[in-house]
């Protein structure tokens, strides 16, 4: 089992930024590309932005491109959301997942979900 637990999240000002953190413990997440996802009320949970295990693939909701960035460090299993110029329509529960190999931007590529960490952007 993998456990994944996210932090960082808060109230922010519009144009503000926020740093997410996604530790996960358990069985190794070798080979397993991140994602983050994250769901507004009354919404279907969407996609933000993924990461391949070596780092080599990234990919971003067009939504956040030029604004969030994906990082990670396999050495201390921890993901990292860089988010900068936030958007009221940002705000929502932002959710950690780690799936396969194979970089994915819908729900059902992984496997592995946190419990989440609520992004509010105040206009």
């Known amino acids: 089992q993998v456990q994944l637990v996210e932090s960082g999240g808060g109230l922010v000002q519009a144009g503000g930024s926020l740093r997410l953190s996604c530790l996960a413990s358990?069985?190794?997440?070798?080979?397993?590309?991140m994602g983050w996802f994250r769901q507004a009320p009354g919404k279907e949970r969407e996609f933000v932005s993924a990461?391949?295990?070596?780092?080599?693939?990234?990919y971003y909701a067009d939504s956040v491109k030029g604004r969030f960035t994906i990082s990670r460090d396999n050495a201390k299993n921890t993901v990292y959301l860089q988010m900068n110029s936030l958007k009221p329509e940002d705000t929502a529960v932002y959710y950690c997942a780690a799936g396969g190999s194979m970089a994915s931007m819908a729900t059902i590529g992984y496997t592995y979900w946190g419990q989440g960490t609520q992004v509010t952007v105040s206009s």
């Open positions: 990461i391949t295990w070596g780092g080599d693939r990234i």
């Open positions: 358990g069985r190794t997440l070798i080979w397993s590309t």
